[in-house]
């Protein structure tokens, strides 16, 4: 009851007007002509036949969210697994996700496609927009669109004149953040730069008993820069340069029982860090003439992690875990479409707009992991320390895809859309395994394979007059196979997962209101599942496991109800289950639920925002509802459902930026994430507990 009750003093508190700049922009009216990239080609949300959920910056500031995991509270049946250490963050829609290697829904920065989850999480430092697209996009994203596509885009640099903003935010676990950013023209609006830096740190949420310390520190620092040269209305080129140092504690794992009971509180002899460092460059070239686009976007992504850890997170000398990873990737993809307002004319009319293009990629991915055992850890046996390599890898790939859309829109009524890609990529893994001293014989693996596959895809839309459309998809997609580092001897490589998607929806729009609403089916075939590795505690590999539905419903709601007072809903049901006969091991899952995937999501949020005496004031409340999950196949383990309530108010007098937050604020106790740990903990399972109730203030100023 004192919790309750302290936390919603503390939101009492927050809601009363303190002070912000472009941490809160001015609202503007419900926006009913969203601009997204969902299907490539720029085009209005509500317009396209497929779920999008657009998140543009200025809602991004006033609900704080500044890494795309928080983001995605907004978008229905969307559910991040994310660890204290930003390395590991694994996005699932509609029950669709897989592992970091090998995800099942697809990140893409400024139209670059990450294609290893370990590299799509980071401090967004001057992003424009974030879309979720949900539902299967291998026509057009080709491999890992499963799911869905995660758009990020960038903030425009101002071309008219110097616009920028320095904060300071500060708050509980000794919390300190700098945020600033500034863009402007160079010498003419022909030439304009922008840049943005950020860099927080904080202390652990997480106490560990033996040593007294906290464990789950974070600490980053992020910058981007680019500069956009527009020489005529035709022609348009921009480089993007960004990059991010993160040093993350230990994870704050522990047995979920002891997680559930005692949260915060870890009890190991040793403590460990993650570091990565991530490095991009974009570069982006379009051209529109009077008939005929062209685009062209260049992306090279470079990232290293190192961290090490207590392997058997006790406060026994048992095992600890020291792992290296790093990958570089090419990626180059060439578009050409119609004209934004030349669609060709097919008689009377009928029209067709049209778009067609080639992505080609590489990636080199290697990884040099080792397990330091104590005595009789490995066998009673054995009773030396033994190193094990787990793994030492190289896995590289080659891939290119090819696809097609159009669009033949009968008068203003009717639009019929079909696409298909096709996509090639070779992959090669040179694989060890081994111990030291050599209690059994080194497993080494060099193979190549080709994987190939077509997705096609098709929709129809009815406009039923006004701003509202009916409209209705089908889409066949694919999750790529390839290679585990390290795996059984009978699951080195994996197969090709597919999917066959149906989705109907409605949408409407007017000028003080947007309404979204959808239902889909999903048919899995070859469903990859990350699965716990024999033998090594922890460590993880894909296998192909048979079949799994997904059925659900979605919307969203925008609504101002007055001036200056907006409200937002989303909702979303997610059934997604095994089919009949599927072993996993020895465990018949016929029936059992998709593991990490809500039962539900929802969102209520509200802002009002107005002018006092000169000043723009505002305070904002979002309230996110996780349904029920669980944590794996069998169904053994599950997180009930929880609220997490948000708030953050504050107003801008001239030049000066001063804000309150509280995240969490009735302090909610929740384990969003857990996996099987068996021989280790009492119950199986390694779990982290939820982030707890956290507040601060920002201060800054702004031009």
């Known amino acids: 009851m004192l919790k309750t009750f302290g936390g919603a003093f503390t939101a009492l508190v927050l809601v009363t007007p303190a002070l912000a700049f472009a941490q809160t922009p001015t609202p503007t009216p419900v926006s009913t002509t969203v601009t997204v990239t969902a299907q490539k080609e720029p085009a209005n949300a509500s317009t396209l036949p497929l779920s999008v959920t657009a998140l543009q910056g200025d809602l991004l500031a006033a609900a704080g969210v500044t890494f795309i995991s928080d983001a995605a509270a907004f978008s229905p049946n969307t559910h991040f697994t994310e660890f204290t250490a930003r390395k590991l963050s694994n996005a699932r829609i509609r029950g669709v996700g897989a592992s970091p290697a090998n995800p099942g829904v697809v990140t893409y920065v400024d139209g670059v496609p990450i294609l290893h989850a370990n590299a799509s999480s980071f401090d967004m430092v001057e992003v424009g927009q974030v879309e979720f697209v949900r539902g299967p996009q291998s026509a057009l994203f080709g491999r890992n669109a499963l799911g869905g596509v995660i758009n990020i885009a960038s903030t425009n640099p101002s071309t008219t004149r110097w616009t920028g903003q320095a904060t300071v935010p500060f708050g509980s676990y000794d919390q300190?953040?700098?945020?600033?950013?500034?863009?402007?023209?160079?010498?003419?609006?022909?030439?304009?730069?922008?840049?943005?830096?950020?860099?927080?740190?904080?202390?652990?949420?997480?106490?560990?008993?033996?040593?007294?310390?906290?464990?789950?520190?974070?600490?980053?620092?992020?910058?981007?820069?680019?500069?956009?040269?527009?020489?005529?209305?035709?022609?348009?080129?921009?480089?993007?340069?960004?990059?991010?140092?993160?040093?993350?504690?230990?994870?704050?794992?522990?047995?979920?029982?002891?997680?559930?009971?005692?949260?915060?509180?870890?009890?190991?002899?040793?403590?460990?860090?993650?570091?990565?460092?991530?490095?991009?460059?974009?570069?982006?070239?379009?051209?529109?003439?009077?008939?005929?686009?062209?685009?062209?976007?260049?992306?090279?992504?470079?990232?290293?992690?190192?961290?090490?850890?207590?392997?058997?997170?006790?406060?026994?000398?048992?095992?600890?875990?020291?792992?290296?990873?790093?990958?570089?990737?090419?990626?180059?993809?060439?578009?050409?479409?119609?004209?934004?307002?030349?669609?060709?004319?097919?008689?009377?009319?009928?029209?067709?707009?049209?778009?067609?293009?080639?992505?080609?990629?590489?990636?080199?991915?290697?990884?040099?992991?080792?397990?330091?055992?104590?005595?009789?850890?490995?066998?009673?046996?054995?009773?030396?320390?033994?190193?094990?390599?787990?793994?030492?890898?190289?896995?590289?790939?080659?891939?290119?895809?090819?696809?097609?859309?159009?669009?033949?829109?009968?008068?203003?009524?009717?639009?019929?859309?079909?696409?298909?890609?096709?996509?090639?990529?070779?992959?090669?893994?040179?694989?060890?395994?081994?111990?030291?001293?050599?209690?059994?014989?080194?497993?080494?693996?060099?193979?190549?394979?080709?994987?190939?596959?077509?997705?096609?895809?098709?929709?129809?839309?009815?406009?039923?007059g006004g701003n509202s459309i009916l409209y209705g998809n089908v889409a066949r997609a694919f999750k790529a196979g390839g290679f585990n580092p390290v795996a059984p001897p009978d699951a080195v490589s994996f197969d090709e997962e597919h999917a066959l998607s149906f989705e109907g929806g409605f949408k409407a729009h007017g000028s003080w209101f947007s309404v979204n609403a959808a239902f889909f089916s999903i048919d899995w075939t070859d469903l990859q599942l990350n699965l716990p590795l024999p033998g090594a505690p922890g460590q993880y590999y894909i296998d192909n496991a048979g079949g799994a539905t997904s059925t659900g419903v979605e919307g969203e709601v925008n609504v101002r109800i007055v001036d200056g007072l907006d409200v937002i809903g989303a909702v979303g049901f997610t059934r997604a289950r095994f089919d009949d006969g599927i072993m996993i091991g020895a465990d018949d899952v016929s029936g059992n639920k998709i593991a990490n995937t809500p039962a539900f999501t929802t969102l209520f949020g509200a802002q009002y925002s107005r002018d006092v005496h000169g000043h723009r004031a505002f305070a904002r409340i979002d309230f996110a509802t996780t349904g029920a999950f669980e944590y794996d196949e069998a169904n053994t383990q599950r997180q009930d459902a929880y609220t997490v309530t948000n708030i953050r108010a504050g107003v801008r007098i001239k030049f000066l930026i001063i804000e309150g937050f509280v995240r969490n604020a009735f302090d909610t106790r929740y384990v969003p994430l857990a996996f099987l740990f068996p021989g280790f903990t009492p119950s199986g399972f390694l779990a982290e507990p939820g982030r707890p109730r956290t507040w601060g203030f920002t201060a800054g100023v702004g031009f």
């Open 176 to 464: 300190i953040e700098f945020r600033g950013n500034a863009s402007g023209p160079l010498g003419s609006d022909k030439l304009a730069a922008g840049f943005g830096v950020a860099f927080s740190q904080r202390d652990g949420f997480t106490k560990n008993l033996v040593t007294g310390n906290d464990v789950d520190s974070r600490e980053g620092f992020a910058a981007k820069g680019q500069i956009v040269w527009t020489p005529n209305k035709a022609w348009e080129a921009r480089a993007i340069i960004s990059g991010e140092r993160a040093r993350d504690g230990d994870y704050a794992l522990a047995d979920l029982d002891a997680v559930r009971t005692t949260p915060f509180e870890v009890m190991r002899d040793f403590e460990g860090h993650t570091d990565r460092d991530l490095f991009n460059t974009t570069l982006l070239v379009k051209w529109t003439g009077s008939k005929v686009t062209f685009a062209s976007t260049m992306g090279f992504i470079d990232w290293k992690t190192f961290d090490e850890t207590d392997l058997d997170y006790s406060p026994l000398p048992l095992a600890v875990r020291s792992n290296t990873e790093k990958a570089k990737q090419f990626s180059e993809e060439v578009r050409f479409a119609s004209a934004p307002n030349a669609p060709i004319g097919l008689g009377g009319s009928v029209t067709l707009r049209w778009q067609a293009g080639a992505l080609f990629f590489t990636q080199n991915f290697d990884q040099n992991a080792f397990n330091t055992l104590a005595p009789f850890v490995v066998s009673p046996f054995v009773g030396v320390p033994v190193t094990q390599t787990s793994p030492q890898a190289a896995l590289d790939d080659v891939g290119v895809g090819i696809y097609g859309q159009g669009t033949v829109a009968f008068g203003s009524r009717v639009n019929v859309t079909g696409g298909v890609r096709f996509d090639q990529e070779k992959r090669e893994a040179d694989l060890l395994t081994a111990y030291d001293p050599m209690i059994t014989p080194p497993v080494a693996v060099n193979e190549s394979k080709t994987f190939k596959d077509v997705s096609p895809q098709g929709a129809v839309a009815v406009r039923l």
